[in-house]
């Protein structure tokens, strides 16, 4: 990430939401010869109450300074919702940046507690969602939440995943656009560059869903996931933070299909040979580069 785009973040942003909201969306005439996708910049000038010579130097990195007044105009021209609003304003150079100190993610011994106590599929997870604990119920559910695996690796590079999850396209997209709202201004932090830039390379899909600039708060919700033993289970998931880490759940409604299925694998998971890593209590971090 430390190109072009983390140079000019506001620039880019604003560049990939006009590509996305078409003239008809924003009231304007298609026209018979449109070069680019979504709107013009000096359509979003007009609309915006701005000058073009302005929008293009915001665009181009040339002024970093808007006020909140042309950022707001900005926003309700692009149709950001609150979240990406949030986001838009904080891109901008009057909320100077408070350099964060890297520090290793640590994990509480009584989260290991919690997640041994748990019956339902649970793990704990980092900021660029590296699976650093998880419960017998978890791994059963789903090998790639073992502790050393990441979640964003396997969802897009792992075809068992990708034949995991119901809806995967829709997800897929969810998932992106949370990690960059994850990353915010930590564009330098070589976690992140290391993930985003193997992704980039490995998967066109990840490729084209980072480029959009979507930003996605995805604490909780429901999703539907193909199991190759039980079958289809409708989980809801829900992130509890505890520190600097998240505590991520699955569970299903209660005494509903998916419960007795999710019961079944229970069962399951307990039968098997001693020595598996999912008859250990709870499988302990492995340390990750």
């Known amino acids: 990430m430390k190109d072009e785009e983390s140079d000019n973040r506001l620039g880019s942003y604003l560049r990939a ?3 996305l909201v ?5 009231g304007l005439p298609p026209g018979g010869n449109r070069r680019v996708p979504g ?19 915001l665009e181009r990195g040339r002024d970093k300074n808007p006020s909140p007044q042309v950022l707001e ?26 350099p964060r ?12 507690q919690l997640l041994a106590h ?28 073992r502790p050393g695996q990441n979640r964003l690796r396997s969802f897009f590079l792992d075809p068992e995943e990708q034949a995991f999850h119901q809806g995967w396209e829709e997800a897929a997209a969810d998932f992106v656009a ?35 600039h979507d930003v996605r708060v995805l604490d909780g919700g429901t999703t539907t996931v193909h199991h190759p033993v039980v079958g289809e289970l409708r989980l809801h998931r829900d992130k509890l933070p505890i520190d600097d880490v ?41 340390q990750t580069p």
């Open 246 to 286: 998240i505590l991520v759940v699955y569970y299903p409604d209660k005494n509903s299909d998916s419960d007795e299925r999710l019961h079944l694998l229970a069962a399951l998971s307990r039968s098997e040979p001693t020595g598996t890593a999912r008859s250990n209590p709870v499988d302990t971090p492995r």
């Open 39 to 57: 709107l013009r910049r000096e359509e979003v000038a007009l609309l915006a109450g701005i000058s073009p010579d302005y929008y293009l130097r």
């Open 178 to 212: 949370t990690l960059r709202t994850t990353i915010g201004d930590d564009t330098d932090d070589p976690r992140f560059v290391e993930l985003v830039g193997e992704l980039a390379l490995s998967s066109q899909r990840f490729r084209t869903l980072w480029a959009r």
């Open 101 to 112: 100190r890297k520090r290793p993610e640590h994990l509480p011994a009584r989260a290991h």
């Open 22 to 26: 078409s003239p008809a969306q924003a």
């Open 73 to 98: 105009s900005l926003a309700r021209v692009l149709q950001l919702d609150d979240v990406e609003r949030t986001y838009l304003l904080g891109l901008s150079a009057a909320r100077p940046r408070t």
């Open 118 to 145: 748990l019956q339902i599929p649970a793990f704990v997870e980092g900021r660029a969602f590296d699976v650093l604990a998880s419960n017998p119920m978890a791994v059963a559910l789903s090998p790639r939440l």
């Open 17 to 19: 939401r006009r590509e």
